[in-house]
Nanobody, 125 residues
Framework: QVQLVESGGGLVQAGGSLRLSCAAS????????MGWFRQAPGKEREFVAG????????FYGDSVKGRFTISRDNAKNTVYLQMNSLKPEDTAVYYC??????????????????WGQGTQVTVSS
């Protein structure tokens, strides 16, 4: 079972930037589709971004298009989420997730079978 550990969250003012990282254990990271999700208090888990095995296919949630960028480095077993122009409504716990099989890109959290512990992102107005 792949282990995922997120880092990079914190407190930032509106308009600022943060870069989240998710490090995966194991030797088959390049075989996983990866996703970022977020969950604010009282709300359902929301798809933020996803990237396929090679990075050739990327999806974004509508609320973050043009502001967030997902990328991966298979040599480092790491997926990143660069978040720019942050807004207070981006405040949430951000989770990294892996889809091990099948591996086509999905926006649905139920399609991902490994999750990190989450990292808090707080955007002040």
């Amino acid at each position: 079972q792949v282990q995922l550990v997120e880092s990079g969250g914190g407190l930032v003012q509106a308009g600022g930037s943060l870069r989240l990282s998710c490090a995966a254990s194991g030797h088959t990271f390049s075989s996983y589709t990866m996703g970022w999700f977020r969950q604010a208090p009282g709300k359902e888990r929301e798809f933020v971004a996803g990237i396929n095995l090679t990075g050739s296919s990327i999806f974004y949630g509508d609320s973050v298009k043009g502001r967030f960028t997902i990328s991966r480095d298979n040599a480092k077993n790491t997926v990143y989420l660069q978040m720019n122009s942050l807004k207070p409504e981006d405040t949430a716990v951000y989770y990294c997730a892996a889809r091990t099989s099948p591996t086509y890109l999905s926006r649905h959290p139920n399609d991902y079978d490994a999750w990190g512990q989450g990292t808090q992102v707080t955007v002040s107005s």
